[in-house]
């Protein structure tokens, strides 16, 4: 919606409005304010659109998710740098389904970006792994694999992990 910047000012403006009121006695108004500031601050950590299109994922809205993503006209200027991993890693998602040689991509960008989570990572690394065993690229996948299950701690990617040694050993 706005520029990560543009967050930032709104925020400050916002705190010495809010300063203002608790000069002048105006105590709830004045922590409303702050409350409200919070929120600038947090969308700038935090992107609207990538958290409404992660919504939309869950939802298994990949329409809606898309269309979210869209609204993000550029992001290298309007994203922090994780931000932007995430943008990539939504991306790939979306794509993966049609296009691996750009899905690749996305996934690549995205784990050069940088990712917060080790499951996202993960998560990645294995959708990569996926796709270098659709590409015939063996050596490659094995190594996506085992770092996939590195990062994996909580085991939640167990059984994607299994299935894709399976096929492997098909190939």
């Known amino acids: 919606m706005f520029n990560k910047y543009i967050k930032l000012v709104i925020a400050a403006g ?9 000069i002048e006695g105006n ?7 702050v409350l ?3 929120i600038f601050v947090l969308f700038y950590f935090k992107n ?17 998710a898309s ?13 922090v740098q994780k931000q932007e991993g995430y943008f990539n890693f939504l991306h790939g998602i979306l794509v993966s389904q049609t296009n691996l ?10 784990l050069k970006l940088g990712l917060s989570m080790k499951h996202d990572i993960a998560m990645a690394k294995l959708q990569l792994a996926g796709i270098a065993m659709s590409k015939r690229r063996k050596r490659e996948a094995t ?21 894709l040694k399976q096929q492997m050993k098909k190939m």
Request: glycine share 4%.
């Open 143 to 163: 190594m996506l694999i085992n770092e996939a299950k590195k990062l994996d701690s909580q085991g939640v990617l167990t059984d994607q992990i299994k299935m």
């Open 101 to 110: 040689t750009q899905a690749e991509k996305f996934f690549k960008k995205a």
């Open 27 to 33: 105590i709830m108004n004045g922590i409303s304010l």
């Open 67 to 79: 269309k979210w993503l869209a609204y993000i006209k550029n992001p290298s200027s309007a994203l």
């Open 48 to 64: 609207e659109f990538i958290l409404l299109a992660f919504w939309q994922l869950r939802k298994q809205n990949f329409a809606g």
């Open 14 to 22: 916002i705190l010495v409005l809010a300063i203002f009121q608790f």
């Open 36 to 38: 409200l500031a919070s």
